[in-house]
């Protein structure tokens, strides 16, 4: 019922507009179609009606002009197998008129020369019988030629050269009207297909601007208005990478006058604390490229990338540990894909405990899950731990808070390969982070972030 309900009432302009077209001129043709045949019903009964109307006054004449006793022979010799003539002293009793007897009853009239002596009636007809109309047309000498023809029920029925040409009729509308439909819609599909392809971050290029007003106006104010975002975005982010960049200078003066301290304890706090501000600094300059890098997709090992990422994690004393295939090529932008799964696992590491990492589904979607058992995150946090600098602790320890841009900086990368990247809480506790890529993710598809029932900060 449903696909039914679909298929009558379709989503897109085109089906609607083909739809409408197909209804509106299907109605017209079936009108067309039953106007002609009531046309041709009517000639029909024209025609019969003459024909009867001839042949019974023929037959009155001949048989009036011809000897009494050969009236009964000429009389068979006029009847046929639609219309029987019959010579009698006396018309027969029984008949009962009726109103659609009325246009024969005034041919005959016209045709005969004594009007008044013509009687006209419908026999009784027998179940699933025709009705048969009969007649008495009076002679000269006072006897009558009776006549008796069927009157078939010319009822509205459909031929199948009627079906056919309507059939045909409603082939050649859909054809027509989704090729026209199609042609009307282009720059329609042409501004979404834009639209979608700046969402994603692709540098702006302007659709062209044809087509009728309409989505001529709607192409123009599209063009304008990316070329007005795609400013604005740049000049922010040329603004925040200069200040994160600039921002280097001064740490590293920090740094090296906090050298020459003599307490050792007033040092550490703030070298701590100026790592802390280098992490930031570098988070962001790393989220900042992330938009607007030029690295070229090419042919690389997934597998490899997440085996070294684990290695490096043990060597520094975490618990990281990586299963699935020895190798695993897939078109990708390394250096950014590898950042974004360095982010994931340090995530795990560092509010989980442990990062174990398990790579599968090569037949279709590259499936990576980073599972930990840390605590989780309450589910109202769900979808905003993928918001630029949202952290779930206050704190800005480095060891604790980190910078919040670690999961920014990884969906945005996975999105750019089209990818998605989902986050749940496991049932026996810990966290579980599952990222796909298609095997073309560097095209760079649509991602969506889907949050299940937990995430990491």
């Known amino acids: 019922m449903r696909r039914a309900v679909h298929w009558l009432s379709p989503a897109s302009l ?17 009108g067309s179609v039953w106007l002609l045949e009531r046309g041709v019903e009517g000639a029909l009964e024209d025609a019969r009606e003459a024909h009867t109307a001839d042949h019974a006054a023929t037959a009155a004449r001949v048989l009036d002009a011809m000897p009494a006793e050969v009236r009964e022979a000429a009389a068979r010799g006029l009847s046929s197998p639609g219309f029987t003539v019959a010579w009698a002293t006396s018309p027969s009793p029984g ?10 009853r005034a041919r005959l009239q016209r045709q005969l020369p004594d009007p008044a002596g013509l009687r006209l009636g419908l026999a009784p007809a027998a179940a699933g019988d025709v009705s048969r109309v009969r007649g008495g047309i009076r002679l000269a000498d006072g006897t009558w030629v009776t006549f008796e023809a069927p009157m078939p029920d010319l009822a509205y029925v459909p031929s199948h050269a009627s079906l056919a040409s309507l059939s045909a009729m409603a082939l050649g509308i859909v054809l027509v009207s989704v090729l026209v439909v199609r042609w009307i819609t282009n720059p329609l599909r042409r501004l979404a297909k834009a639209a979608e392809d700046f969402g994603r971050g692709v540098a702006p290029v302007p659709i062209p601007e044809d087509g009728p007003q309409e989505v001529r106006e709607a192409a123009h104010a599209f063009n304008a208005m990316q070329a007005r975002i795609h400013r604005l975005v740049v000049d922010r982010t040329q603004a925040l990478a200069a200040v994160s960049h600039d ?14 301290l003599e307490d050792a304890e007033a040092q550490r706090a703030i070298d701590a604390d100026l790592d802390e501000m280098e992490g ?6 790393a989220y900042l490229r992330g938009e607007t890098e030029s690295e070229e997709p090419r042919r690389a090992d997934l597998a490899a990338i997440l085996r070294t990422l684990c290695d490096d994690a043990a060597d520094r004393g975490s618990a990281a540990t990586y299963a699935g295939p020895d190798r695993a090529p897939l078109p990708l932008r390394p250096l950014a894909v590898k950042r974004a799964f360095a982010n994931l696992i340090d995530n795990a590491v560092k509010y989980g405990g442990a990062a174990r990492v398990t790579l599968s589904d090569l037949s279709g979607d590259a499936t990576v899950r980073i599972e930990d058992d840390g605590p989780g995150i309450p589910a109202p946090e769900l979808g905003a731990v993928f918001e630029p600098f949202h952290r779930l602790e206050a704190s800005r320890n480095r060891g ?37 890529l298609p095997p073309t993710s560097a095209s760079a598809g649509v991602a969506t972030t889907e949050a299940e029932t937990g995430s990491p900060a």
């Open 400 to 436: 604790t808070g980190g910078s919040g841009l670690g999961l920014t900086i990884a969906r945005q990368v996975i999105a750019a390969h089209g990818g998605t990247v989902s986050l749940a809480n496991r049932p026996g506790g810990g966290l579980t982070v599952t990222v796909r």
């Open 14 to 30: 085109a089906g609607r507009t083909v739809l409408t077209l197909l209804a509106g001129l299907l109605a017209f043709h079936l």
């Open 95 to 104: 008949w009962r008129d009726g109103a659609a007897l009325a246009p024969l």
């Open 280 to 285: 930031m600094v570098e988070s962001t300059l």
């Open 247 to 260: 921002l280097r200078t001064p740490i590293q003066r920090l740094r090296l006058r906090a050298g020459f």
